[in-house]
T-cell receptor, first 115, second 111 residues
Framework: NAGVTQTPKFRILKIGQSMTLQCTQD?????MYWYRQDPGMGLKLIYY???????DKGEVPNGYNVSRSTTEDFPLRLELAAPSQTSVYFC??????????????FGPGTRLTVL | GNSVTQMEGPVTLSEEAFLTINCTYT??????LFWYVQYPGEGLQLLLK?????DKGSNKGFEATYRKETTSFHLEKGSVQVSDSAVYFC??????????FGKGMKLTVNP
């Protein structure tokens, strides 16, 4: 069982470039999340999705877009990369919603550097 | 809003030492509390959790007790091993709030 997978593991972008961070889960979870972790800081929620076709903003959504066309996939799009987006990005999934004490399962992360 | 404050590291211990990682929280209502662990090169995984006051979560020799009177959820282990080297995150979820994480603490255990 692969759980939550993320690609790529590492990426260097130039300012203004765009890219998509991929996230896939094989646990049939309805909720999926994107977090970023800056050095010395906790994780901050960027976007989340409660199911296919439904997404909502988290704490720090500016500069990002998401889509959820299938239960399994939840890609994160950076349209115009900026140095402030240099971070480690984690995708996670869970079976029920954020109002429940369910477990979130995390991917291994993508380390992104914008120069 | 909700927030979590935890001990910041890094911390280095010798094998078999006692470990305490402090975590305090601010929240309205009755949040659920979590400890997540991130081993090198891997994603975060749930270590233990507690959903109401005085609950004790435990796993892999780690324990944490939900103390509402002190708004704390300190993580403890009596005898750490080299394999416990990781980054530990305290987190909470309360009401309609999303999962809120502390900054994480890196632990290194030397043989």
């Amino acid at each position: 069982n692969a759980g939550v997978t993320q690609t790529p593991k590492f990426r260097i972008l130039k300012i203004g470039q765009s890219m998509t961070l991929q996230c896939t889960q094989d646990m049939n979870h309805n909720y999926m999340y994107w977090y970023r972790q800056d050095p010395g800081m906790g994780l901050k929620l960027i976007y989340y999705s409660v199911g296919a076709g439904i997404t909502d903003k988290g704490e720090v959504p500016n500069g990002y877009n998401v889509s959820r066309s299938t239960t399994e996939d939840f890609p994160l799009r950076l349209e115009l990369a900026a140095p402030s987006q240099t971070s480690v990005y984690f995708c996670a999934s869970s079976q029920t919603g954020p109002l429940h004490t369910d477990t979130q399962y995390f991917g291994p992360g993508t380390r992104l550097t914008v120069l | 809003g909700n927030s979590v404050t935890q001990m910041e590291g890094p911390v280095t211990l010798s094998e078999e030492a006692f470990l305490t990682i402090n975590c305090t929280y601010t929240a309205t209502g009755y949040p659920s509390l979590f400890w997540y662990v991130q081993y090198p090169g891997e994603g975060l995984q749930l270590l233990l959790k507690a959903t109401k006051a005085d609950d004790k979560g435990s796993n892999k020799g780690f324990e944490a007790t939900y103390r509402k009177e002190t708004t704390s959820f300190h993580l403890e282990k009596g005898s750490v091993q080299v394999s416990d080297s990781a980054v530990y995150f305290c987190a909470l979820r309360g009401g309609s709030e999303k999962l809120v994480f502390g900054k994480g603490m890196k632990l290194t255990v030397n043989p």
